[in-house]
């Protein structure tokens, strides 16, 4: 039984969403329920009532009550730009002939996990590859990352996050071969739901009524109850802002998702908001503003300040800045593969990155800042100054 077949049902959450009367931000109780929990978010989304700014403070003290001032912070590696998935709103969609097609080899794997490590001070990082159809080159993926995962863990890094599509038990089994079983609560899957609406899922997802394993929409809801099932207990679960223009269908979604995989046995659950950004030879044009994701933001963190939003260099420094007390995490990277260590900023290439990010500050400049400039820590990073104290 997956939370696409037990527990979604956005009809019923707008029925429960419409019995909410005056809303107490003042309230310290946090919702378990996932229809109420849902209910709730959506009935404060959308209560013009509500002001951004009352929000924003409501949702930083439930926050600080229940995580203090730490962050989550880690770095994406792209280990690829290969992907079998049609995805139209994708650079990396096997469609697109004009993105040049990348690899990491082993060298390349050890010598950006070294440069994060020994140069960024990071302790936290994220590997990321394109989706496959064919099984065997699946299983294959699942191998390389399940490599790079134990090599990360035997470096020292202390969490370590995947985002390489929706796994089936086989693949996971493969990768948790390389985990065992005392570190499995440092490794976290990552698998965006795109969107809670299915029929909008799949008008993205398939070209031309096309089979990939991508379009596959309840495969990807199930992937979290395996994962959960071989004792992993992080998740991160994630809304591409700007499918679904009936936002608060997202928002509810991810509320309901959450409270589920909390229910079922996660520890620490994760939401990706990333908005639609310029990709090679799709179409850049913005469709969810900054008010609107900055009224999300708040949402989220109010109902569930359990769970970590998170935020990246898709959003420029100043958004980063505006909901830094709203966040649970923070993630500064780039989509090209092998990016680390070339230069002073992070690499941006459109012919080779699955998308474009708005800040190409490098990591330990990014969270210097938030560390100097306000009260906040950033866990899983650990500059000298801060291993010495």
């Known amino acids: 039984m997956s939370f696409c077949s037990k527990e979604l049902n956005y009809a019923k959450v707008k029925e429960l969403a419409r019995e909410f009367g005056v809303v107490d931000l003042n309230c310290s109780t946090i919702e378990n329920d996932p229809d109420i929990a ?117 470096m020292g890094f202390e969490h370590v996050y995947m985002n390489i599509g929706s796994l089936q038990q086989e693949n996971m089994e493969i990768i948790a071969d390389f985990v065992g079983k005392e570190n499995r609560s440092r490794v976290a899957m990552c698998v965006n739901q795109e969107t809670y609406n299915e029929h909008i899922y799949r008008s993205f997802m398939a070209a031309n009524g096309g089979m990939a394993v991508k379009a596959d929409f309840k495969r990807r809801m199930e992937s979290h109850d395996i994962w959960l099932s071989l004792g992993f207990s992080a998740d991160q679960i994630g809304s591409l802002l700007g499918l679904n223009m009936n936002v608060g269908e997202e928002v509810a979604g991810l509320c309901a998702h959450a409270k589920y995989l909390m229910k079922n046995g996660a520890k620490t659950v994760f939401f990706s908001l990333p908005r639609l950004k310029p990709a090679l030879g799709v179409s850049h044009q913005t469709k969810v503003n900054d008010q609107t994701i900055k009224r999300i933001i708040a949402t989220l963190a109010y109902v569930a300040p359990e769970c970590a939003v998170m935020v990246t260099t898709r959003e420029t420094m100043e958004m980063q800045d505006e909901v830094l007390s709203m966040m649970g995490c923070l993630a500064p990277g780039t989509a090209v593969v092998g990016a680390y260590g070339r230069g002073s900023t992070m690499p941006n290439d459109e012919k080779v990155a699955q998308f474009q990010i708005a800040d190409t500050r490098l990591p330990k400049a990014i969270f210097d800042r938030v560390e100097t400039e306000s009260d906040y820590t950033i866990i899983d990073y650990l500059p000298k100054r801060k291993a010495t104290a």
Do not use: W
């Open 38 to 154: 849902a209910a709730l978010a959506l009935a404060i989304f959308q209560n013009p009532n509500i002001t951004y700014d009352e929000l924003k403070a409501a949702a930083t003290r439930r926050k600080v009550q229940v995580c203090g001032k730490d962050i989550i912070g880690f770095v994406p590696i792209y280990l690829t730009n290969h992907c079998a998935g049609e995805c139209k709103m994708c650079g990396m969609r096997h469609t697109n002939k004009d993105l040049v097609r990348q690899f990491a080899t082993k060298s390349v794997i050890i010598q950006q996990l070294h440069y994060l490590y020994e140069e960024q001070d990071m302790r936290g990082v994220a590997f990321l590859t394109g989706e496959f159809n064919d099984d065997y080159t699946r299983k294959a993926n699942s191998f390389i990352v399940g490599y790079a995962l134990d090599q990360a863990l035997e």
